[in-house]
């Protein structure tokens, strides 16, 4: 089984800040990762598909790189909106989801 | 704008089997892929299983014995079942329609039903 990581699990921040959250898999996925947005009392949103390309409609301060085992998800500058919990998934073997990253506000 | 809703019973007991439905509007089932994905109150997600084209389905290995997906295109309604419930079976469950490119290995979920909580007790 492919298992995902996530660093750090939560973290605050302001409004205006740059944030990276890591994914990180146990073996290599090449690019087949995933990021959403969950906002309290809402389903997912999809953010990033394939590790680098951004969803139609998804503010560009969101951006995904990576390959292989780890993989980034940064936020130019924090908006607002922003504050969520943010999840990969790997869909190279069955699919799994990362345990979550919670941005706060700072 | 394709639109997924979830319904079913918001209250299931113990050993019993929950049945939910996803229904979708403004877009054809038989032309898209679908998955379930639950989430436990306070906690992550977890992926249940996809539905194909005709009706072939995938599930997850660790409830593989336990969940049956089904559609039925002519209510365009997609429907999960999962057997011999317990406490750990209590979470919002989504339904999504899934993204498939080049292989099939590049796999996302988008866009998400609100997702329905089924709360499982006597």
């Known amino acids: 089984d492919i298992q995902m990581t996530q660093s750090p699990s939560s973290l605050s921040a302001s409004v205006g800040d740059r944030v990276t959250i890591t994914c990180r898999a146990n073996?290599?996925?090449?690019?087949?990762l995933n990021w959403y947005q969950q906002k309290p009392g809402k389903a997912p949103n999809l953010l990033i598909y394939?590790?680098?390309s951004l969803q139609s409609g998804v503010p560009s301060r969101f951006s995904g790189s990576g390959s292989g085992t780890d993989f980034t998800l940064t936020i130019s500058s924090l908006q607002p909106e922003d504050f969520a919990t943010y999840y990969c998934?790997?869909?190279?073997?069955?699919?799994?989801f990362g345990p979550g990253t919670k941005v706060d506000i700072k | 704008q394709m639109q997924l809703e979830e319904s079913g019973p918001g209250l299931v007991k113990p050993s019993e089997t929950l049945s939910l439905t996803c229904s979708v509007s403004?877009?054809?089932?038989?032309?898209?892929?679908w998955s379930w994905i639950r989430q436990p109150p306070g906690k992550g997600l977890e992926w249940l299983g996809n539905?194909?084209?005709?009706?072939?389905?995938k599930s997850n290995p660790s409830l593989q014995s336990r969940v049956t997906m089904s559609e039925d295109t002519s209510k365009n309604q997609l429907s999960l079942k999962l057997t011999s419930v317990t406490a750990a079976d209590t979470a919002v469950y989504y339904c999504?329609?899934?993204?498939?490119?080049?292989?099939?290995?590049?796999?996302?979920?988008?866009?998400w039903g609100q997702g329905t909580l089924v709360i499982v007790s006597s």
């Open positions: 539905i194909y084209y005709g009706g072939s389905t």
């Open positions: 403004d877009a054809s089932i038989s032309r898209y892929y």
């Open positions: 998934q790997q869909s190279y073997s069955s699919v799994t």
């Open positions: 394939a590790a680098s």
């Open positions: 073996q290599n996925i090449i690019n087949y």
């Open positions: 999504a329609r899934g993204r498939a490119y080049g292989s099939g290995s590049y796999f996302w979920f988008d866009p």
